[in-house]
């Protein structure tokens, strides 16, 4: 029986595999919610990649919670002479199949250049980034995470100043450079589609703080840009509270009621002076909420030394009292 059970569990497990052709995936609006994952996710087996299509050139995937907490969402955007593939995720192995899905989704596309790009170099962003040097579908252009890589690929001369593109063929993504919450974030806008890609700059989750100058700056610049222009939805790199705004457990697998992935341009106009209202360590506005996780860490760290040395100061005294006490005790004796 339980040889059975094992048989029947690697057959689900190679059938959640399988990637969804394009042409099976159904135009999906932006509220369409994502499977939440499960607090067990052992007992009840996911998908390990989920793929949204909101038009013929345009889709999300998300690597399920149950595969990596961090969930993170990728973007593939196809052109008539190119594909942009945005970010590749947190989950490096073939039991995540991105590539054989961006290619299945590419299908008869498949010829066309792919380039393989990120919103910044953290590694749940880029894990995947692997999967692409193999053999069999030509040889894609893999964008490098450093930040001398980004400033060259794109040719920002002035960085963080300036916007560069990438002409896909018929559809030109604009670049904004947003450091801030990472050294090398960058920003992408789709002129077919008005939608902003944000990464880990913008989106309904934490935002981690890394330089706040920086951030202050960066969301400025972004703002400045969309001003003028048309934005269908923000779409960044997480999705990490409920609907009523409540920040699920870190490393959770389980999104109940999750917040739905859009936000929309007026965030992105509000951010700069959101971002000045951040104390350096915690703090929340609206559904944004602002952490320095490197000045968190610190504090702790303070704090348990403090308590660390008040702890053997303690002892050292109690030592102190109790050898005077005992001395007393035989000079009386």
Known sequence: ???????VGLAAALLLATPARAAEIAVQSWNTPWDPGAE????????????????????????????TWEAPFMYLLIGNARALLI?????????????????????????LSLIVAHTHRHLDHRAGDSQFKGAGHGAPTIVGYDIDSVKRYYGFKDWPNGIAHVDLGGRVVDVIPAPGHNETQI????????????GDFLMPARLLVDDPAAYVASAQRVADFVRDKKVAGVLGGHVEMNRAGEVYDWESTYH????????????????????????GFYAQSGHVIMIDPTRNLLAVVI?????????IAAVILGFRRWQRSHAGARIAA
């Open 1 to 7: 029986m339980r040889r059975l059970l094992v048989l």
């Open 40 to 67: 067990n996710c052992a007992a009840h087996p996911h998908p390990p990649l989920e793929v949204h299509r909101f038009d013929s050139k345009t889709f999300v995937l998300r690597e399920n919670l149950c595969a």
């Open 187 to 198: 920003v992408f806008y789709d002129r077919n589609t008005g939608l902003l890609f944000s």
């Open 87 to 111: 970010d590749t995720g947190d989950v490096a192995d073939a039991r995540m199949p991105l590539a054989a899905t961006v290619y299945d989704l590419l299908g008869a596309q498949h010829a």
């Open 303 to 311: 704090a348990a030394s403090a308590v660390f040395v008040a702890a």
């Open 256 to 279: 109940p009621d999750e917040h739905a992935l859009a936000l929309g341009k007026a965030d992105v106009l509000a951010l700069p002076a959101t971002l000045t209202k951040f104390n």
